[in-house]
């Protein structure tokens, strides 16, 4: 089956500083991938899509500044949160696709900022 | 606009009966439907995908799909306390590529 890993699942920062994200699928290609945040007992929000060797498209209200994405390979893809405040704590999910299976999400990254 | 509607829940059912969860969306052109498990502080976990009317089966789990009504549901039978969790469920277009869209999910909860 089509397995995702994310990584770190849990990251501790101080306020201004950036914390990076990685997203790999690890037994199949992915040019797309997707990125989710999820406060506590909320939905899933699409933050943005990620494309391997072009540019991100952002959902509307992310800031893409902020939320830099690159997907420089056809199995990884990261998400680097820049200046992380606290109110930029949440829980961050990577998914991707691989055919003739559903969308297969990453263990997801439980970021606080302090 | 793309919509994927749930009912929040919490849908509460006695251990050893069938949970039934429903959904409905409002583009016709939707080609791939999933359900989703997702415990507490847990990403989502794929649970079964449909792609044509009818019913599928994989293990306690039925989905139902009908493209002309636009709902899609998933029983759980023999519900176990293990099965209490929120299942979302989520409609794309083919190909991976298309944005999944999502519903707010449906919180289960089975008690012994």
């Known amino acids: 089956g089509a397995v995702v890993s994310q990584h770190p699942s849990r990251v501790i920062c101080k306020s201004g500083t950036s914390v990076k994200i990685e997203c790999r699928s690890l037994?199949?290609?992915?040019?797309?991938m997707f990125w989710y945040r999820q406060f506590p007992k909320k939905s899933l929000m699409l933050m943005a899509t990620?494309?391997?060797?072009?540019?991100?498209?952002?959902e509307q209200g992310v800031e893409k500044d902020k939320f830099l994405i690159n997907h420089a390979s056809l199995t990884l893809s990261t998400l680097t949160v820049t200046s992380a405040h606290p109110e930029d704590s949440s829980f961050y999910i990577c998914?991707?696709?691989?055919?003739?299976?559903?969308?297969?999400f990453g263990s997801g990254t439980r970021l606080t900022v302090v | 606009q793309k919509e994927v509607e749930q009912n929040s829940g919490p849908l509460s059912v006695p251990e050893g009966a069938i949970a039934s969860l429903n959904c409905t969306y409002s583009?016709?052109?939707?080609?791939?439907f999933f359900w989703y498990r997702q415990y507490s502080g847990k990403s989502p976990e794929l649970i079964m995908s449909i792609y044509s009317n009818g019913d599928k089966e994989d293990g306690r789990f039925t989905a139902q799909l009908n493209k002309a009504s636009q709902y899609v549901s998933l029983l759980i039978r023999d519900s176990q306390p293990s099965d209490s969790a929120t299942y979302l469920c989520a409609v794309a277009l083919s190909g991976g590529s298309y944005i999944p869209t999502f519903g707010r999910g449906t919180s289960l909860i089975v008690h012994p």
């Open positions: 998914s991707a696709r691989q055919s003739n299976y559903g969308y297969t």
């Open positions: 990620s494309n391997e060797g072009s540019k991100a498209t952002y």
């Open positions: 037994d199949f290609q992915a040019t797309t």
């Open positions: 583009d016709r052109g939707s080609q791939s």
